[in-house]
Each structure stands twice: as structure tokens, then as C-alpha cells.
């Protein structure tokens, strides 16, 4: 990344995404924090979405991924401890990292393949 200019705010915020679990570097900028906590979570609300009727985002409710983030068998890879470890540097409830996440990913339902049948 270096090679290509890429500045060093984004480089560090990479490193940090993966914090705890194959590099040291905490995330500590409000960027770094999102970064890291949501790239699990959205993680679990693809598969979520893939196992609907509906393959959408656009119909997805909170409860829905609560009740997924809940069964540790359901997308067994997701790290569960590091979406609780990233809201609590981020100083946010779940259900509310959830949502925006949702929103985030209904505003690119199109672009993620996620748009679905609606």
C-alpha cells in the first residue's frame, strides 16, 4: 500500500481491523474503531441475508441478527467477542451498531449483491 502512496491513515486503519487477532495495532480513531468492529458484522449479516427468501438487506430487521449473533453455530467464523469488544470501544449497544450497520449496508444493497428479490 505504501508502494501505491496510500496514506497512512487508512494503512494503519487496515492494520488495526484485524486487532487481536493477527496484529497488535489497537484501533483508535473513530475510523479504525468501525472498521474493526463492523468487518465481523458484516460478515454475519451477509450470510444472514443469503439464508432469507428474500436474499435482501432491504427487509432485515435487528432482531433477526440478534437472534443469528446469538447461535455461535450460525456463520461459525464470525468473531462474536470482537463485534461486543469493537462496541465497547466505539461506546455503543450492539442493537444500535447493528442498525446503522443495516442502514449502511441498505444504501449499497446493489453494489454488496445484496438487494436481493426487492
Known amino acids: ?14 492494520n488495526c481491523h484485524a486487532y487481536g487477532i ?7 480513531s473513530k475510523m479504525e474503531k468501525v472498521l474493526f468492529t463492523i468487518d465481523e458484522l458484516t460478515g454475519l449479516i451477509n ?6 427468501p428474500t436474499k435482501s438487506v432491504l ?4 432482531k433477526s441478527v440478534k437472534k443469528k449473533f446469538k ?7 464470525v ?7 469493537g462496541c465497547e470501544m466505539l461506546e455503543m449497544e450492539l442493537d ?3 442498525r ?6 441498505k444504501e449499497r444493497a446493489q453494489e454488496i449483491g445484496l438487494k436481493g428479490s426487492l
Open 1 to 14: 500500500m505504501r508502494a501505491r502512496e496510500i496514506d497512512e491513515t487508512y494503512i494503519r486503519a487496515m
Open 22 to 28: 493477527c496484529t497488535e495495532t489497537r484501533p483508535e
Open 47 to 52: 450470510a444472514l441475508c443469503l439464508m432469507r
Open 59 to 62: 427487509d432485515l430487521e435487528v
Open 71 to 77: 447461535d455461535r453455530s450460525f456463520a461459525a467464523g
Open 79 to 85: 468473531n462474536r467477542d470482537t463485534i461486543r469488544s
Open 96 to 98: 444500535d451498531v447493528i
Open 100 to 105: 446503522e450497520t443495516i442502514e449502511g449496508m
